[in-house]
């Protein structure tokens, strides 16, 4: 019977405001958005990277939300297609949630438009779907949210 490898991932934090940091974040995000997205402001919030080896394959950030009071906003992910079905997605939002907890925020909040493998990774992570009072994105845009809790040491 053949054995089957499932691949190992590695999620680190970075520091984006390193220049070769931000360099691989704008190709990761320039191989999974293509021109669909403007390239977020790296040098602010926080980010991960996964890696396959050596090999970053996948990104994540969280900002200060500026729409929603005492909350991170879930700005970007992007996994490269050979790294999809891995759960990926789901593992850096792990980590961008306990940095939120640590940050005090009391909630996550962010938005999909027409990507339904996202919105389902949302959903699998405990998010709900909401309706902001000043909706701050497109018409069909799917806004989630997840509250957690603060972090007491």
């Known amino acids: 019977m053949p054995q089957i490898v499932i691949p190992r991932y590695r999620i680190r934090a970075v520091d984006a405001r390193d220049d070769e940091t931000a360099d691989i974040l704008i190709e990761l995000h320039r191989l999974t958005f293509f021109s669909g997205a403007s390239v977020p402001p790296f040098d ?12 970053p394959v996948a990104f994540a950030g969280v900002v200060p939300s500026t729409h929603v009071r005492n909350a991170g906003y879930f700005c970007r992910v992007g996994v490269l297609q050979p790294h999809w079905g891995h759960r990926l997605q789901l593992r850096l939002m792990r980590a961008m949630e306990a940095r939120a907890r640590w940050n005090g925020w009391s909630r996550v909040v962010s938005d999909t438009t027409a990507n339904v493998p996202s919105a389902n990774n949302f959903i699998r992570a405990g998010y709900r779907m909401f309706r902001p009072s000043l909706p701050w994105a497109f018409p069909d845009t799917l806004y989630w949210q997840k509250n957690i809790l603060v972090s007491r040491f």
């Open 44 to 55: 602010c919030g926080h980010w991960w990277l996964a890696y396959r080896g050596e090999t």
